[in-house]
């Protein structure tokens, strides 16, 4: 095709170009127009629902969540019955819901299966509350993720939604217990009928401003749309349709010759627009393509994890700067040069060599597409860098590349470094500790013991312990008859639950000798398995010693014992009772004695024989004993049918007291003695003396004292006391 260049040609060219290109501007501005007034008017009336109902209902409902006692609404879910508590909240919040003008107030506990209302301010035709009833989950109730985020008690947006009152806004706000888990919802609804129904009205008028300034346009460009728009455009479509514009352009060029009512200058100007849009979209594709490429490139070079590409000739063709500033390179030209020479030891650590062993690695990525391997690395001066290494394969171009991910494991193993350390330290102080423990597992087995341990079983092996635990170092039987088997599955079961336990336990040393202990059985938690230590206290030296206690006593109750009676002699009461005087000498504390005698006992005897004045005496201080109970009195026989209590820090009335105690407690025993002048049983005389102490006074004083109220109290009828101050 011929184009004609004379300047008229070019001139009607030119004029036709700037109709178009003003019909053109004129639509679009009307149109433009008419979009920014619609979308000025939405976000204006959007804007006014969000100021004036967004805040007051999320606000409204907080404060109604906030507001409610979470025991009444706990109470009322569990039994469903109304109490004061709860019709004074329910009231309370009809109230509110009046005052501040809301549509809906609801509280309800969700569950997976419906919602039950314990709270809800809609009534019925016969205004009765829609109370204590779940509601069945439906398809048109709410979407399903709505229901979940019920269920787990998110705060919810606020959201519109219809109902038989029409479009309802409505807050949700959750409430929970101390414990922070969920007991129920409050939600508040506000009407938005009448903001909806007013924007709608606004819409409608927008709309038919926009249609009549459209038409408008198109009725007054008419004649130029068709030839300078339409015509044109539907042509290049049709040309351009197979996106080939060799074969489209050569089409779309014979349509216009076909068309006589279009001149040179329509085809020119279709040419032209045709040409500029093909390359148009060949530049935004380039730019798309181009901003793509820079948006990876950012998202390698940002990620801190270390990351190189490998090709399919095992070559590394990138790098991120994570991998730059991990291996102490000045750029990637540096990193991508050296890494594959430097940055690995000769061999790895099980002896094969690192290129054959890392090619291995790449290869097995590209066939399986991904494997995860641990990888010594080193740093350029040779310093070691343990590493996990990821490699993943993905797509490149017309083929595949491998993505190689490292993470740097030296804080890791710097972790693990000081954790064996902190075991072996542990393992040290156990073995050196000086009390004897075994760990078991949970089945009772031997599995580890310290040092201590075997010197107290004096066992030569440790291995040689563990395995013969059960057998060779415990008995078949413990001290109180009971099967060592049995009785270990019942302490087992007590520490599995309580956590430790105190027993006395009898074990065999490894030459057979009886070795009795102190266990202590403590429950311990290790790798989500649970361990039981004993930790064992040699007691051969403290039953030794016990035994020697009580070989002491022995001789000491010789010494000191009557060995008719059982209570202290006179040789005791004689060496406590001036003790008790020397210290009480240096605190002026008082110190009360009581001198008693057995009333006719030369009678008893005669009348009894000595066999049953034996038995009297020993019934009378077995009585006196068990009325004197503090921890520093004591009673004694003074000698024959005479006997002597000492009261330190007693004052006049206390002694008073023991006194009566003591005659009555004696008439009590009932002791039959025919021949008394006094009663037809035993009975006692006693004759007490107080007195504050002092250094001028000594243990005679108090005695003699004593004596003479006593014989006063025998003259005065016996059976009785006689107290005299010193």
Not at 80 to 95: G, K, P, Q, S, T
Not at 154 to 166: H, K, S
Not at 215 to 235: T, Y
Request: some cysteine.
């Amino acid at each position: 095709m011929e184009f004609n260049n004379t300047a008229g040609k070019k001139s009607a060219l030119w004029k036709d170009s700037l109709k178009f290109r003003l019909t053109a501007i004129i639509a679009f501005v009307s149109i433009l127009t008419g979009i920014i007034m619609f979308l000025f008017l939405y976000f204006l009336y959007q804007n006014r629902i969000d100021f004036e109902y967004r805040d007051k209902v999320i606000s409204i409902s907080r404060i109604a969540a906030a507001l409610l006692d979470i025991e009444v609404i706990e109470r009322y879910a569990s039994t469903l019955e109304e109490d004061e508590e709860y019709a004074r909240i329910l009231n309370f919040i009809r109230i509110k819901q009046k005052e501040i003008g809301v549509t809906y107030i609801c509280i309800s506990v969700v569950y997976e299966h419906g919602e039950l209302f314990i709270f809800d301010s809609d009534e019925d035709e016969e205004g009765r509350m829609n109370l204590g009833s779940i509601v069945l989950w439906t398809d048109t109730d709410y979407d399903a993720d709505l229901i979940l985020r019920f269920l787990r008690g998110d705060q919810i947006e606020p959201y519109t939604e219809r109902t038989r009152w029409g479009y309802l806004l409505t807050a949700v706000e959750p409430i929970f217990r101390a414990d922070g888990s969920l007991v129920a919802h409050a939600s508040v609804s506000i009407s938005m009928d009448n903001i909806l129904n007013e924007r709608m009205q606004v819409f409608i008028l927008l709309g038919i401003i926009v249609i009549i300034v459209f038409s408008l346009s198109i009725i007054i460009n008419l004649n130029a749309i068709q030839k300078h728009v339409i015509s044109p455009l539907h042509h290049l479509i049709k040309g351009l349709s197979a996106y080939r514009p060799e074969v489209g352009m050569h089409k779309f060029m014979d349509q216009l010759k076909s068309r006589p009512r279009l001149n040179t200058g329509d085809e020119y100007e279709a040419l032209e627009n045709a040409v500029i849009n093909l390359e148009t979209r060949i530049e935004n594709k380039m730019d798309e393509l181009q901003k793509a490429e820079e948006l990876s490139k950012l998202m390698l070079d940002t990620t801190p994890i270390c990351c190189q590409l490998w090709d399919s000739n095992f070559a590394v063709i990138d790098c991120n700067e994570a991998a730059v500033k991990l291996y102490g390179f000045n750029n990637k030209q540096e990193f991508l040069e050296r890494f594959f020479r430097e940055c690995s030891p000769e061999y790895q650590g099980d002896g094969q060599h690192s290129d054959e062993k890392a090619i291995m690695f790449v290869k097995k990525a590209f066939e399986e597409g991904s494997c995860v391997f641990d990888w010594m690395h080193q740093m350029p001066d040779g310093t070691p860098l343990p590493a996990e290494i990821t490699l993943v394969r993905t797509s490149y171009k017309d083929g595949y590349v491998v993505a190689g991910y490292t993470r740097d494991l030296r804080h890791i193993k710097k972790m693990e470094e000081a954790l064996t350390e902190a075991e072996k330290m542990t393992k040290a102080i156990m073995e050196a500790s000086p009390v004897s423990y075994v760990l078991f597992d949970k089945d009772l087995n031997a599995i580890d013991c310290n040092k201590t341990t075997l010197d107290v079983f004096a066992c030569p092996s440790k291995q040689f312990f563990l395995d013969h635990y059960w057998k060779r170092f415990s008995p078949a039987y413990q001290p109180d008859g009971r099967k060592t088997f049995e009785k270990t599955q019942v302490f087992k079961d007590r520490v599995l639950k309580e956590g430790k336990v105190i027993v006395e336990w009898d074990h065999r040393s490894f030459k057979g000798e009886h070795l009795p202990t102190e266990t202590i059985l403590t429950r311990m938690t290790y790798n989500n398995e649970i361990y039981i230590i004993a930790y064992k206290y040699d007691l051969r030296r403290i039953k030794k010693m016990e035994e020697n206690i009580r070989r002491l006593e022995s001789e000491v109750e010789k010494v000191y014992i009557d060995p008719l009676t059982g209570i202290y002699n006179r040789r005791y009461f004689d060496e406590n009772l001036d003790r008790a005087v020397k210290t009480l000498s240096r605190s002026g504390g008082m110190m009360s004695l009581m001198m008693i005698d057995i009333d006719h006992f030369k009678k008893y005897n005669d009348t009894y024989g000595h066999s049953e004045g034996d038995n009297c005496l020993k019934i009378i201080a077995e009585t006196l004993s068990k009325t004197v109970t503090r921890a520093d009195d004591f009673a004694a026989r003074y000698g024959g049918e005479e006997f002597a209590v000492v009261l330190p820090n007693t004052d006049e009335k206390g002694a008073r007291v023991i006194a009566e105690k003591l005659l009555e407690n004696i008439r009590n025993c009932n002791i039959p003695h025919e021949n008394s002048d006094v009663a037809k049983c035993v009975t006692i005389s006693i004759g007490v003396t107080t007195s504050s102490v002092s250094h001028t006074q000594n243990p005679d004083h108090y005695i003699k004292r004593a004596d003479e109220m006593l014989y006063e109290s025998k003259q005065n009828g016996r059976d009785r006391y006689t107290f005299g101050s010193l």
